[in-house]
């Protein structure tokens, strides 16, 4: 598994990292060999929130991994914090509640990076700040990020606060790739030209901040796994094809395809089976031509000016 630098160098993260949002269910054996296929793999990156189950996947990480001081200084815990029951809450109190819950639940000292879930219309940043400020001189927390923000409202932040974000994670993959659209048909009169997220592919790069795309197997908000899916047979037609003659399977192909941006993309995978996380893992040891990567953006339907 390769390697990449997050926080300006200072982190070397697994440049596929294993998402725990679906682990809340999984039986501790069950988990446990999730976990450790995954560190087989190479990963060293696990991505988690206060939300996922309801607190619970936090704890079935911990529980699973038999979590201790030495076991955790292997691992690189990212989680998040932000959404409530039926609003977005980014402030002091809530911020700082939310983690220590979180580091109670996985059972450990501190996060190596804690993220605000989803944009609160009501935040406060000087609040944030201060939260942060806690959280980092305190311990708890080494670095910060989001997801789900727009370049403005990390410039918003960043304003205040004196750790920079590192990280911003965003819904990213071959049927959800609007952050690569708008960049390819600027100054266009069709849909795809239509800018949602104010260039933040192009800031992050600019920035130093890492992008990691959630749900690289989903298409729209949830709606099923675009693979095998009988709703883009052109795409899977192609991933098919590219896989059988490099000899991996649909699932690596979809994951090389974020991986060969040049921007270094970190795809956050959400599978509970240990053998398709094998399989996807293989991703990291083949590199898509241009060819193949603009072949199989043009099958998902993307048209190019
Ligand atoms: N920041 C945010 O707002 C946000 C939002 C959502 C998620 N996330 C993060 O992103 C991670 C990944 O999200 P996700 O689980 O939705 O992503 P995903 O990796 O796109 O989807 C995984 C799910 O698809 C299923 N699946 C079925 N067929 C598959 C195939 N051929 N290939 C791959 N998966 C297949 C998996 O089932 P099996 O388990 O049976 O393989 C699993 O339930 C989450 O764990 C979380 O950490 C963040």
């Known amino acids: 598994m390769k390697k990449i630098k997050i926080a300006n160098g200072e982190i070397s993260a697994s440049e596929i990292a ?28 696990f991505d988690h929130a206060d939300i996922y189950g309801g607190g619970k996947s936090e704890e079935v990480f911990a529980k699973a991994i038999n979590m201790c001081s ?20 980014f402030s002091k109190e809530h911020i700082l509640k939310s983690v220590d819950e979180s580091l109670k639940r996985l059972n450990i000292e501190y996060l190596d990076i804690l993220l605000l879930h989803r944009p609160d219309t009501l935040m406060e940043p000087e609040e944030v700040a201060e939260a942060f400020t806690t959280l980092h001189s305190s311990g708890k927390v080494r670095y910060f990020g989001v997801s789900n923000q727009n370049p403005m409202q990390i410039e918003l932040l960043n304003k205040y606060l004196n750790n920079k974000l ?22 266009m009169k069709v849909d795809s030209s239509i800018d949602r997220d104010g ?66 993309i970190q795809p956050i995978v959400g599978t509970t089976n240990t053998k398709r996380l094998k399989d996807i893992c293989k991703a990291s040891q083949i590199q898509l031509t241009r060819q193949e990567w603009y072949e199989i953006y043009q099958a998902a339907g993307n048209k190019l000016p």
Request: charged share 20%; with cysteine; aromatic share 10%.
């Open 18 to 45: 294993l998402g725990c949002m679906r682990i809340a269910d999984l039986s501790n054996n069950e988990a446990a060999s999730l976990i450790q296929t995954a560190l087989d793999e190479g990963i060293n990156f």
């Open 70 to 89: 030495g076991v955790r200084e292997n691992l690189i815990i990212q989680t998040k914090c932000g959404i409530r029951q039926g609003f977005y809450d």
């Open 166 to 187: 590192i990280i911003d994670q965003m819904q990213f993959s071959i049927t959800n790739s609007g952050m690569i659209d708008s960049g390819l048909n600027v100054n």
């Open 199 to 264: 260039s933040i592919l192009e800031y992050c790069r600019l920035n130093n901040i890492t992008i990691q795309a959630w749900s690289p197997f989903q298409f729209g908000f949830f709606e099923g796994v675009f693979l095998g899916n009988d709703k883009f047979p052109e795409l899977n037609q192609k991933i098919d094809e590219i896989a059988s003659a490099k000899g991996v399977t649909n699932t690596a192909i979809a994951i090389a395809w974020i991986l060969r941006h040049p921007a270094k």
